[in-house]
């Protein structure tokens, strides 16, 4: 059994029986077929057993959707992604406030509408037919008529649509699905713009999340502000021509980290953020450099481009911790782990595994030695001018629970870089 999601080509009007055209599955193994106008909506809502003689679906989404309009993307298009709740005045307002009351008059040729099945609902009888609020912000300000896109959110693939996101599982669900829903979308539009001012507030994080992870320079995100008496009248949805009633769209700032070109590609939201923060922290760490002659002496090591030994400072190091330190910044560097997986048995060392670099009058207690090797070059960093979070990744230190602790440097492998002399 699977989710039949299907996009129809129709009239933004009310839709007849003999004006559905179907156009093409977007998550489904079944070709649905078409509907009459008194069958329910929610029949693509339901699940449906393949057929014989059906055709394999693209799985560009994982939930469901219907499709209103007249076009498909072709890559040029600004398109809106609204979350709603159960007030889909939220949409036209966002619609009313770029194509109408911002300076910019942006155009917007589709919209893209995410929420719960409750607020779906709720949107498209709010919104569509000749009567819907759609049409007449259309009618009454001369705007093209955008295509619009419906994306019922449910807790994962081949289950139940989300009647709320009131469970840690469900809020996770609505993540991925928001993040997939901006990246499906990116190679098949000019610009997207975010509307955050529906939903529950998880919803809206999520769209902002997405936008932060994935967001290219000219795509922004917006709230609508309305006043109170407004908000609360349900049978408001835009400002008429001459009407009196205030409407503010606020632009919301985000951080982009596209541009640290983490490939997205097909992983999975937890994995992409994961990836992205070590890019970022690998952005920020400071670059430690080891500077070795021919036969494997340090002659120098440097922090950020500053040489911390030797140091005409007065900055003391002991060159057997140096060695023990050298020791595990080479197994850290060689092993691209992410910086969060702590311990990890290819970079990290017991002291007993360490004990070939304690002096031999401590052998009997390498533990104790690695310990106070480990805080020496704390302080030696401390005294060098550094913040104790960047001492804490460039030194190395323990992890785990004693008496299990390894040692090792948490440092990004991609800062450490290990080198001979000449």
């Known amino acids: 059994m699977n989710w039949v999601s299907a996009e129809f080509k129709c009239p933004i009007s009310i839709p007849s029986a003999n004006r559905w055209d179907p156009a093409r599955v977007i998550d489904c193994s079944c070709v649905a077929s078409p509907p009459s106008a008194r069958q329910s ?23 469901c959707a219907e499709y209103y309009g007249v076009s498909d993307l072709g890559g040029q298009e ?15 307002e966002a619609l009313y406030g770029l194509s109408v009351l911002s300076t910019e008059r942006v155009p917007v040729h589709h919209v893209e509408i995410i929420g719960t099945l409750p ?68 190679p098949r539009s000019q610009m997207i713009l975010g509307s955050i001012a529906g939903g529950r507030k998880t919803l809206s994080h ?45 632009e919301v700032p985000f951080l982009r980290t596209r541009e640290l070109n983490v490939p997205s590609g097909n992983l999975d939201l937890s994995t992409f953020l994961s990836a992205v923060q070590t890019r970022v922290d690998s952005e ?82 390498p533990q104790e030695y690695v310990r106070q090797a480990m805080s020496r070059i704390k302080s030696a960093l401390l005294e060098f001018g550094l913040p104790l979070e960047h001492a804490d990744n460039l030194r190395f230190r323990g992890a785990g629970q004693r008496p299990h602790t390894t040692y090792g440097v948490h440092l990004s492998p991609r800062c450490i870089t290990i080198t001979p002399a000449g």
């Not at 693509?44 to 059906?54: D, I, K, N, R």
């Not at 002991?318 to 080479?330: E, M, T």
Request: proline share 7%.
């Open 284 to 365: 920020t760490e400071p670059q430690l450099v080891f500077r070795l002659s021919l036969d494997g002496r340090i002659e120098t090591v440097s922090i950020a481009g500053r040489t911390l030994w030797p140091n005409t400072l007065g900055i003391r190091l002991r060159q057997r911790d140096l060695y023990l330190w050298l020791h595990l910044a080479r197994l850290r560097s060689n092993h691209n782990v992410r910086a969060t997986d702590y311990p990890c048995a290819c970079c990290f060392r017991t002291p007993e595994q360490l004990s070939e670099l304690v002096p031999p009058t401590d052998r009997d207690f």
């Open 41 to 63: 909506w929610q029949r693509f809502l339901l699940p449906q057993a393949s057929s014989p003689g059906t055709r394999s679906a693209c799985t560009t989404y994982t939930f």
């Open 206 to 250: 999520a769209l902002v999340l997405a936008f932060q992870l994935l967001g290219r320079r000219q795509d922004r995100l917006f709230h609508v502000l309305v006043r109170p008496e407004q908000t609360d009248n349900p049978h408001f949805f835009f400002p008429l021509p001459g009407d009196e009633v205030q409407i503010d769209l606020a």
């Open 119 to 186: 607020a779906i609902e709720l949107s498209r009888h709010a919104l569509l037919g000749s009567r819907g609020a759609l049409s007449r912000l259309v009618r009454a300000y001369q705007l093209p008529t955008p295509t619009i896109r419906f994306h019922v959110l449910r807790k994962s693939p081949g289950r139940e649509p989300l009647m709320d996101l009131r469970t840690t599982e469900d809020n996770h669900a609505a993540w991925l699905q928001v993040f997939r829903i901006v990246r499906a979308l990116q």
């Open 78 to 92: 600004n398109v809106l992604v609204a979350v709603v709740g159960l007030t889909p005045a939220v949409v036209t």
